[in-house]
């Protein structure tokens, strides 16, 4: 079983800054692919941000410019800088991670519970 656990969410002025974190813990024996979705009221999930465990990036048109996602491998973590922040940003966050539990194992897809962003003066 794998948990994705994440944090930093909250509630930011427009143009103000955040830092999002999700962990992974449990089974894990790799992990590939690492980032952050989000959903907004009414809305589809939209990809904001994900990295590869070799360091490639993929960042959603919306956010490029004000947002960077980073992860440390050794903690099975990755992070969401989230600067100049803008009311359309206000959404809720969701952590995924593509891991493998074990070396016979396939791939399987995991998400956290949802971390909460309002951008509101």
């Known amino acids: 079983q794998v948990q994705l656990v994440e944090s930093g969410g909250g509630l930011v002025q427009p143009g103000g800054s955040l830092r999002l974190s999700c962990a992974a813990s449990?089974?894990?024996?790799?992990?590939?692919?690492m980032g952050w979705y989000r959903q907004a009221p009414g809305k589809q999930l939209e990809l904001v941000a994900i990295?590869?465990?070799?360091?490639?990036?993929n960042i959603g048109d919306s956010v490029k410019g004000r947002f960077t996602i980073s992860r440390d491998n050794a903690k099975n973590t990755v992070y969401l800088q989230m600067n100049s922040l803008k009311p359309e940003d206000t959404a809720v966050y969701y952590c995924?991670?593509?891991?493998?539990?074990?070396?016979?194992?396939?791939?399987?897809?995991?998400w956290g519970k949802g971390t909460l962003v309002t951008v509101s003066s």
């Open positions: 990295i590869t465990n070799g360091g490639s990036i």
């Open positions: 995924y991670a593509d891991v493998m539990t074990s070396l016979l194992s396939p791939k399987g897809d995991y």
């Open positions: 449990g089974s894990i024996f790799s992990i590939n692919d």
